[in-house]
């Protein structure tokens, strides 16, 4: 989805009361526009918990990115321990 897209949906979420968005599905923070996408939320008064496997989050410095653009919760799924729990749990 590009970025107009995306912001058009947001308005329809925003229009009908949505006051909140889930952004997950494949790896979030793959998304080129995530960090605008979080900010446009954010001016419109839309709360944005973000969903993600957390490889990106070990730099620092787009962690900071993340809560500047507005990020309000973070969720990290963790689909395994180990290299080998990870395959088991995931068929990958």
Do not use: W
């Amino acid at each position: 989805m590009d970025y107009g897209d995306a912001c058009k949906a947001i308005d329809v979420m925003r229009d009908s009361g949505i006051d909140q968005i889930n952004l997950i599905g494949g790896e979030p923070t793959c998304y080129p526009y995530l960090l605008d996408i979080i900010e446009y939320c954010n001016t419109n008064h839309i709360e944005t918990c973000l969903v993600t496997n957390g490889v990106k989050l070990s730099d620092i410095s787009y962690v900071k990115k993340l809560k500047e653009s507005g990020l309000t919760f973070l969720s990290i799924s963790i689909k395994g321990e180990s290299e080998k729990s990870y395959v088991l749990n995931t068929k990958h």
